[in-house]
């Protein structure tokens, strides 16, 4: 009887503990006044006006080198071809790792003005990148990096504000695109969904691969991101204490006054907010049918997952009320 007693505080101890994390007052210090009037969600608009489009940024962790899956080509006015083995190895006694120009698939430059090359080469093993370059379905960015202005080899480290040739750096720069620290704490898929949602343009973001700079918005009108596994979206808390521990937890986040404390009524209405749009999100992509394979039955492929995933919400734009989507989708090589 002692042990029962025991287990039922313990239990009661948990549940409380866990509705209190649950309330405004646990995440701020400022004063909470209720309305006593149920939180409003509101409802998606299903008339959007513009065609959709997403934006899905694969981001190829320690894996993609450069130099061998895109190189100099024909470059009328100088030698670069040649520079370009020189540094991958030729010799006189070596041929080093680079590309022979005779099994490079060209494809012309588009902006000759800004580089000196007419043409680049495509490794011969991507002929699929070549058949999108030449519909115009994929474009390369050569010859880019994060400068401020143009620097050489002397003042390059006191022109630059970020830190070049750092791994590390790079990957963080690359996601906000922010050298000048223009939007603090911001990434550039955020920045660009904030830009479509103050336009009228209905916009959300997702990451396949856990909670990723690139999506932050700008605040406070920013899009708050999707974060999703590669299996989908699980039920918001799946083993309540109670039956109607959801209806309660809703409640104690219901409407505030207009004098209300504003961090207590960011964290409800966000909440609030997410309760409700991963419950409908998560019957949308239940749902939804892929007819392409994305893998065989048997294999274990996590991009095929996640591309298969990204289909499945592109397939409930519509149920959603979205013009734009941006998907952020890792894989990890290294």
Same mark, same amino acid.
């Given at each position: 009887?002692?042990?029962?007693?025991?287990?039922?505080?313990?239990?009661?101890?948990?549940?409380?503990?866990?509705?209190?994390?649950?309330t405004?007052? *646990?995440?701020?210090?400022?004063?909470?006044?209720?309305?006593?009037?149920?939180?409003?969600i509101? @409802?998606?608009?299903?008339?959007?006006?513009e065609?959709?489009?997403?934006?899905?940024? &694969?981001?190829? @962790?320690?894996?993609?080198?450069? *130099?061998?899956?895109?190189?100099?080509? %024909?470059?009328? @006015?100088?030698?670069?071809?040649?520079?370009?083995?020189?540094?991958?190895?030729?010799?006189?006694?070596?041929?080093?790792?680079?590309?022979?120009?005779?099994?490079?698939?060209?494809?012309?430059?588009?902006?000759?003005?800004? #580089?000196?090359?007419?043409?680049?080469?495509?490794?011969?093993?991507?002929?699929?990148?070549?058949?999108?370059? +030449?519909?115009?379905?994929?474009? *390369?960015?050569?010859?880019?990096?994060?400068?401020?202005?143009?620097? +050489?080899?002397?003042?390059?480290?006191?022109? %630059?504000?970020?830190q070049?040739?750092?791994?590390?750096?790079?990957?963080?720069?690359?996601?906000?695109?922010?050298?000048?620290?223009?939007?603090?704490?911001?990434?550039?898929?955020?920045?660009?969904a904030?830009?479509?949602?103050?336009?009228?343009?209905?916009?959300?973001? *997702?990451?396949?691969?856990?909670?990723?700079?690139?999506l932050?918005?700008?605040?406070? +009108?920013?899009?708050?991101?999707?974060?999703l596994?590669?299996?989908?979206?699980?039920?918001?808390?799946?083993?309540?204490?109670?039956?109607?521990?959801?209806?309660?937890?809703?409640?104690?986040?219901?409407?505030?006054?207009?004098?209300?404390?504003?961090?207590?009524?960011?964290?409800?209405?966000?909440?609030?907010?997410?309760?409700?749009?991963q @419950?409908?999100?998560?019957?949308?992509?239940?749902?939804?049918?892929?007819?392409?394979?994305?893998?065989?039955?048997?294999?274990?492929?996590?991009?095929? +997952?996640?591309?298969?995933?990204?289909?499945? &919400?592109? #397939?409930?734009?519509?149920?959603?009320?979205?013009?734009?989507?941006?998907?952020?989708?890792?894989?990890?090589?290294?």
């Amino acid at each position: 009887m002692g042990l029962y007693i025991e287990v039922a505080t313990q239990l009661t101890r948990v549940f409380f503990l866990t509705l209190q994390m649950m309330t405004p007052e *646990f995440h701020s210090t400022n004063s909470v006044t209720r309305s006593g009037e149920a939180r409003m969600i509101s @409802d998606v608009n299903n008339t959007v006006s513009e065609p959709y489009k997403a934006i899905v940024y &694969l981001y190829i @962790d320690g894996g993609i080198d450069s *130099f061998n899956l895109l190189a100099p080509h %024909t470059c009328p @006015d100088t030698d670069l071809y040649n520079e370009y083995r020189t540094v991958r190895g030729l010799s006189g006694e070596s041929q080093g790792i680079g590309m022979e120009l005779n099994n490079l698939y060209s494809v012309p430059a588009n902006n000759v003005t800004y #580089q000196p090359c007419t043409h680049f080469g495509i490794h011969e093993d991507m002929s699929l990148l070549k058949q999108l370059y +030449d519909v115009e379905d994929l474009l *390369f960015v050569s010859n880019a990096g994060l400068l401020a202005r143009p620097v +050489d080899i002397d003042n390059y480290k006191g022109e %630059t504000p970020v830190q070049l040739f750092s791994h590390n750096g790079m990957r963080d720069e690359t996601k906000r695109v922010d050298v000048f620290d223009m939007f603090v704490g911001t990434g550039v898929g955020g920045r660009i969904a904030t830009v479509l949602k103050r336009k009228g343009i209905p916009t959300n973001v *997702f990451s396949i691969f856990g909670s990723q700079a690139f999506l932050t918005g700008i605040a406070p +009108d920013g899009p708050s991101p999707y974060i999703l596994s590669t299996q989908g979206l699980s039920s918001f808390n799946v083993d309540p204490t109670l039956s109607n521990m959801n209806d309660i937890i809703k409640d104690l986040n219901n409407a505030s006054t207009i004098d209300s404390g504003w961090f207590g009524e960011t964290w409800s209405a966000k909440l609030s907010e997410i309760i409700v749009n991963q @419950d409908t999100l998560q019957t949308l992509v239940e749902n939804v049918t892929v007819n392409s394979p994305f893998k065989s039955e048997d294999e274990i492929n996590e991009i095929a +997952d996640q591309l298969e995933l990204v289909t499945r &919400l592109m #397939q409930t734009a519509n149920e959603r009320g979205v013009g734009r989507d941006i998907f952020y989708v890792e894989v990890r090589l290294s």
